[in-house]
T-cell receptor, first 114, second 118 residues
Framework: AQTVTQSQPEMSVQEAETVTLSCTYDTSESDYYLFWYKQPPSRQMILVIR??????QNATENRFSVNFQKAAKSFSLKISDSQLGDAAMYFC???????????FGPGTRLSVLP | GAVVSQHPSRVICKSGTSVKIECRSLDFQATTMFWYRQFPKQSLMLMATSNEGSKATYEQGVEKDKFLINHASLTLSTLTVTSAHPEDSSFYIC??????????????FGPGTRLLVL
């Protein structure tokens, strides 16, 4: 079974600085998708970024980018120019082509310091 | 686009009563919807996968008779917590996939429902 690990339960970053959240996963599949979701205090899950495993190019969405290392099974999220509104729980998620469900990591709580 | 709503956003009920939570995809059709439970400061735990027109698939350890799921249309799935007890108090979240996006696997989440059973 696939597993997703987020080794940083909590992180903090100064406003306007850059922070990287770690995610590793375990799978025997070759085709899959990886996601980062954000859950702010409202508890609404918001899609941040998505990466298809067959794509070598790292996904980017404005201030958010990923470092996808397929061989190492690593999928880190970099947030540039951090803003107060980035403070939230961040969940890494895996979806494999042979499954129907997401596998979520335990989450990383990010605090942004003014 | 890809908005999912949930109703109610919060509910308080007495022990032994049943509570129904609705999950709707507002601007897309969803053949598959998912129900999650989230405990404080924890990740999402998948309870069941709901497919339109067929029986839901429950995860191991989830009581089918307690958590009734109905997916009657491509835009609506309901979760009914039957004979609720205080241990059922939790935050319930639904999600849906957009059928219209070819090959899409992205799940879009509702805002969640906080259930408190007294």
């Amino acid at each position: 079974a696939q597993t997703v690990t987020q080794s940083q339960p909590e992180m903090s970053v100064q406003e306007a600085e850059t922070v990287t959240l770690s995610c590793t996963y375990d799978t025997s599949e070759s085709d899959y998708y990886l996601f980062w979701y954000k859950q702010p205090p409202s508890r609404q899950m918001i899609l941040v970024i998505r990466q298809e495993a067959y794509k070598q190019q790292n996904a980017t969405e404005n201030r958010f980018s990923v470092n996808f290392q397929k061989a190492a099974k690593s999928f880190s999220l970099k947030i540039s120019d951090s803003q107060l509104g980035d403070a939230a729980m961040y969940f890494c998620a895996y979806f494999g082509n042979y499954g129907q469900n997401f596998v979520f990591g335990p989450g990383t709580r990010l605090s942004v310091l003014p | 686009g890809a908005v999912v709503s949930q109703h109610p956003s919060r509910v308080i009920c007495k022990s032994g009563t049943s509570v129904k939570i609705e999950c709707r995809s507002l601007d897309f059709q969803a053949t598959t919807m998912f129900w999650y439970r989230q405990f404080p400061k924890q990740s999402l735990m998948l309870m069941a996968t709901s497919n339109e027109g067929s029986k839901a698939t429950y995860e191991q350890g989830v009581e089918k008779d307690k958590f009734l799921i109905n997916h009657a249309s491509l835009t609506l799935s309901t979760l009914t917590v039957t004979s609720a007890h205080p241990e059922d108090s939790s935050f319930y979240i639904c999600s849906a996939r957009d059928l219209g996006l070819a090959g899409s696997v992205t799940q879009y989440f509702g805002p969640g429902t906080r259930l408190l059973v007294l």
